[in-house]
């Protein structure tokens, strides 16, 4: 694989393009480190949004068996969701120390 087309700046016959990426931005490793950063805290959000989301719906079925049953798959949803998102985590760290991509997203 060519490595060069990963670069911010690229010099072909004496004319230079940079990139748009931020400088610190060198490696692929970087870019998969800088969008897991912005993903997994995106994820946690949404996973706290659909814990309360399935609460509210719980307290509101006031003993309906239909609501409950609807209110108890979204938290199961977002305990499910929670080991993925732990799972990914945990994934993510254990790559990056394998190939050495820096600390990981930590």
């Known amino acids: 694989m060519d490595n060069r087309y990963l670069a911010q700046q690229i ?27 912005f993903l997994i805290p995106l994820a946690a ?3 706290l949004v659909v814990f309360i989301w399935g609460g509210y719906d719980y307290m509101m079925s006031q003993g309906s068996p239909e609501k409950v049953k609807s ?3 979204k938290i199961t949803t977002g305990i499910i969701g929670l080991i993925l998102l732990l799972i990914s ?12 991509l820096g600390g990981g997203i930590i």
């Open 71 to 73: 209110a108890q798959a």
């Open 11 to 37: 010099c072909i016959g004496g004319q230079c393009v940079t990139g748009v990426l931020d400088p610190k931005i060198q490696t692929l490793g970087d870019l998969v480190n800088r969008v897991i950063q």
């Open 89 to 100: 985590f945990v994934l993510v760290k254990l790559i990056s120390s394998i190939f050495g």
């Open 45 to 47: 959000v949404i996973l």
